[in-house]
C-alpha cells in the first residue's frame, strides 16, 4: 500500500508513525512525498490558497488520480469536507493541542517588550496573541518547522508560536519554550489517515484508530462543517473525552483579539454519529448567537478584502 504525504522531515515522520500499526497488521507500506501548493510557495499567505488545503488539497488530488492508496495530514490542515469518495480513516492517539511561545533572549508573552515583531501564519494566533498583548507587531511567517527557527535565530523575529506537538515529533526543545494557554486550531495535535471509502485501507484504517482521538477529531470537525469554517476565520476548538462524556469548547475572535465569543457543550459520546451531533450541535449554537454572527461576518469580509 502507498501512503502519500508531503516531503518535509515532519510530514514524513508523521507518515512512518501512521504506517507503524498499519504495519502491525501485516500491511506493506511504502511512503512517497509529494511537493504541494503550500511546500513550493513559501512566501503568499497560508489563507490566500483558499480553505484550509494549501496542503492537503494536492495530496488529495494524487490519491483521487491512483498515485497511491491512502494519505497522512496533520488532520488540521484537512478541510472539514474530503475530496468526493475520499474520508478520514484513522487517526493516532492525539499529542499535545498547545501552542508554544518560542521567544529570543529568554523572554515571554508576558515580558516581550512592545513592537516585538512575532511571527505566526494563523489568524486565530494572531488575534489570540493581540487580546492579551495588542502591543506586538504579528507578522506572517513561511516556511517549514526548521525554516522558521531559523528565521528566529537569524533575528527576523523576536518570537514564534508554533505547534508543540510539530516540536516534540521531531525532537526539538527549544530553550524557555513556553505553553500559552489559547485554545487550539481544531483537530491540532492529529495524524490521520485519508483513504478512498469502503476500500481495504479504510477498513483496516478504522480498525486500528485511536478511539478517543477519533470521536473528538469527528466533534470538531463537525462544528467546523456546520459553520463553513476555513483558515480565514480566527476560530478555535477542542474536545475531549470526560469517560463517556465529550467536552467541546470553541470560541471565534475578532482577527485583532478585540472581542471574542467562546461556547462549550458537554454530552455522552459513545459514536461516530452522536460526536457528528455533538459538534453540529454546538455549530448552531454559534449560527444562534448574534454577535458570533458579527465576528464571523467580519473576518470573512477582511479575508476577502471587503470593508
Known amino acids: 500500500m502507498k501512503l502519500l504525504t508531503r516531503g518535509s522531515a515532519l510530514a514524513l515522520l508523521q507518515a512512518e508513525r501512521m504506517a507503524l500499526p498499519l504495519r502491525e497488521k501485516g500491511l506493506a507500506v511504502e511512503i512517497v512525498p509529494l511537493s504541494t501548493r503550500g511546500d513550493r510557495d513559501t512566501v503568499s499567505p497560508l489563507c490566500s490558497f483558499g480553505g484550509s488545503g494549501a496542503f492537503s488539497g494536492c495530496i488529495e488530488e494524487a490519491l483521487l488520480g491512483g498515485k497511491g492508496d491512502g494519505a497522512v495530514h496533520s488532520l488540521k490542515d484537512v478541510p472539514s469536507c474530503c475530496r468526493d469518495g475520499l474520508e478520514i480513516a484513522s487517526v493516532l492517539p492525539r499529542d499535545s493541542a498547545e501552542d508554544v511561545l518560542v521567544a529570543r533572549g529568554g523572554f515571554t508573552l508576558e515580558t516581550l517588550p512592545e513592537g516585538a515583531v512575532v511571527g505566526t501564519s494563523s489568524p486565530r ?183
Do not use: W
Open 125 to 307: 494566533r494572531k488575534a489570540q496573541l493581540l487580546r492579551v498583548r495588542p502591543g506586538l507587531a504579528v507578522r506572517e511567517i513561511r516556511g517549514n518547522l526548521s525554516t522558521r527557527l531559523k528565521k528566529l535565530e537569524d533575528g527576523l523575529y523576536d518570537a514564534l508560536v508554533l505547534a508543540a506537538a510539530g516540536l516534540e515529533r521531531m525532537g526539538i526543545r527549544p530553550p524557555g519554550a513556553e505553553s500559552l494557554p489559547f485554545l487550539p486550531a481544531p483537530c491540532q495535535g492529529i495524524i490521520a489517515l485519508e483513504a478512498p471509502l469502503n476500500s481495504p485501507l479504510f477498513s483496516l484504517g478504522r480498525s486500528v484508530a485511536h478511539r478517543e482521538t477519533f470521536l473528538c477529531s469527528v466533534a470538531e470537525r463537525s462544528l467546523l462543517k456546520t459553520l463553513g469554517v476555513g483558515c480565514h476565520v480566527p476560530f478555535a476548538a477542542l474536545a475531549r473525552m470526560e469517560g463517556r462524556i465529550l467536552v467541546l469548547k470553541a470560541e471565534i475572535l475578532d482577527p485583532l483579539g478585540r472581542e471574542s465569543v467562546r461556547l462549550s457543550c458537554s454530552c455522552p459520546v459513545t459514536s461516530e454519529e452522536d460526536a457528528v451531533r455533538a459538534g453540529a450541535a454546538l455549530g448552531e449554537r454559534f449560527r444562534e448567537t448574534p454577535p458570533a454572527v458579527r465576528l464571523f461576518a467580519e473576518s470573512l469580509a477582511q479575508a476577502e478584502g471587503r470593508p
